[in-house]
């Protein structure tokens, strides 16, 4: 990258006036596989073919009237019926490039000798990413949504294509945005000798994206990945792929097609506001409190979008001359990628907020002892879990890639997978009161005040509320082709939830209790007494994100230390670190997942065991 700026300071009277500007050459070249497959393929094996997923009943076997099976992998494996194939090329290389310039003015004015105002203001343009040989493509959306199928049945993508610089395209395929102005204002007021009032507001922008793996070099002809999925949507669909057959060897005639990966012509960058208003007060000569209120709201946030989602079930009475099985009629983009596969589309239409009460009481070093203690009551919200972005495990079930619902995307809206409502952290330092110039030991020899003298105690402790759980279901089998159908995407979908939970006799075997309402109803049913249940085939889970809470976290660490002079300015520090001096257990996460065998069991530890640590520095 090549990064040109300049900043100028004016002091004038009771003004401090900053101007500047900042121009940023981006360029990254990469090779890039693509998300699916690898070079070499892959056939995965998920239990489908063994399970029985409709059962209610009791029987033996199949079918409705018999017992609910999750089935075996290993034994579809044994049967050579796998569920879903991929493949794809590696190709490149290729060369992102984008200018990111932007212009700010603020001016810090003191106002009154209590009262500082800062104001300011900033516009940044960041250029639509494109690629240096213009090595994209894209799809013309609204022209292929539904577009007539030929006699043949079979897509045709390049009847839909876009290649980025030809044609009047733009060379990125994404039209610019010229409106991210950024104001930010902020004040300081010393209300007496003890309070202080602060407050703030800005926002700030981010030019974010999806990696490498959903850009529009990932597209035919520069790139072709292709994925096979035989999991419904119906029964002429729902032949297994045999390895036999190849990767890429279709079934009902109609061969897998390659997965296109667009963006939004109108997408922009994310707008964060960041508000706060916080109040300081010095309890004693040494000793001070802090509380506030602040707060987040996140727009235009990215995140992947399926678009080939099916807007219903396949109709039944597809005539068996229909070369498609009908499926042209609901799968929207039939004519580029067909009915198995996907176009993902990046979009900036996540939401995110964030509210929080603050506290901080902080004491300096008095009579030995300095700590801050911190408490933070918070709610994070969002429609957008972040599973693309890598930030699961901090919960169960919580993080997806995708929506469940690309139609209804807001109804992923729950608390963030990040969300802890209460907060704790404390840090303190105590020199013990032993040795020369201390309460005890003033008297002490030099030998006796080196041994015995001068040893600081410190402690941290940590404790925070748990996290959400989302209750879910693998493999949601909606025959839609959503996210839930499909294992390169979130192959989790969502139970219904029917009442609340009653939890009682809960332990690490039984995090969601032993009440019956804790037992998942059968797939469609509810009995009256379950708190969630599976949804019926083809419809989507109704239980909000984040319904559920994780365990909590608990943490005590220990230090005893002290510094010991050898000669002139050498000396030699000895510590002894106790972590989890309590031997505190924290909880991991409990399974929550319905289908699971595990449901309910929590099978591992956020904490470790209690460790002691001794250890020393000689500094010379």
Known sequence: ????????????????????????????????????????????????YTANYNGGGSGPCCGASAAYSNGDGLADFELDSAEVATVAGVTGPFGARQWRDAFYVQDDWKARPNLTVNLGLRYAYDQPMYEAHDKMASVDLPLARFANIGPSGLPNPTAYAELAGKDGNSRALVNPYYLQFMPRLGFAWQINRRAVLRG???????????????????????????????????????????????????????????????????????????????????????????AGYVGQIGKHLAEPRLLNQYIGRVPS??????????????????????????????????????????????????????????????????????????????GSG????????????????????????????????YQLPFGREKRYGSNWNRATDELLGGWELSANAIYHTGTPATMIQTGGNTELNAASDNSNYN??????????????????????????????????????????????????????????????????DLSLFKGFRTFGKQYMKFRIDAYNVFNLDSWAAPNSRATSSQYGKITSAQSNPRQFQISGVYTF
Not at 15 to 30: K, L, M, P, S
Not at 224 to 241: D, E, M, R
């Open 491 to 556: 192959y989790a979908g969502r139970l219904n939830q029917y009442r609340p939970m009653k939890i009682s006799g809960r332990d690490a075997a039984h995090w969601w209790g032993t009440d019956p309402s804790s037992i998942p109803c059968n797939k469609g049913v509810d009995n009256g007494i379950c708190a969630y249940g599976r949804p019926a085939t083809g419809t989507f889970g109704d239980a909000h994100m984040g319904t559920e809470r994780n365990p909590g976290y608990q943490n005590v």
């Open 398 to 429: 919580g993080s997806f890639a995708f929506p469940q619902d690309s139609y209804n995307p807001h109804a992923d809206y729950g608390p963030a997978n990040f969300d802890v409502r209460h907060n704790f952290s404390g840090t303190a330092v």
């Open 200 to 290: 703030g507001y800005g926002i700030t922008d981010d030019d974010e994206g999806t990696g490498t793996g959903l850009r529009m070099t990932q597209n035919p002809p520069f790139l072709t990945s292709v994925t096979n999925l035989q999991h419904g949507p119906q029964a002429t669909y729902s032949i297994p792929i045999s390895v036999t057959n190849g990767i890429t060897t279709g079934t009902s005639a109609v061969p897998p097609s390659a997965q296109y990966d667009v963006w939004d012509p109108n997408f922009r960058p994310a707008s964060v506001q960041q508000f706060n208003l916080t109040t300081q007060y010095l309890l004693f000569s040494k000793t001070s409190l802090q």
């Open 317 to 394: 009475s597809c005539p068996p001359s229909d070369s498609t099985g009908c499926v042209d009629l609901v799968a929207p983009y039939y004519s580029v990628v067909g009915g198995n596969s996907q176009i993902v589309e990046t979009v900036s239409e996540g939401n995110e907020n964030y509210n929080a009460l603050q506290a901080t009481l902080h004491q300096q070093e008095t009579n030995g002892l300095e700590y801050t203690l911190n408490y933070t009551w918070s709610k994070a919200m969002t429609d957008s879990s972040g599973g693309y972005f890598n930030v699961d495990g901090v």
């Open 1 to 48: 990258n090549f990064d040109f700026g300049d900043d100028i300071t004016w002091v004038h009277g009771k003004h401090i006036t900053r101007v500047g500007a900042q121009f940023v050459r981006y360029q990254e070249n990469y090779i890039a596989p693509s998300n699916i497959g690898g070079e070499d393929g892959t056939f995965a094996y998920f239990a489908d």
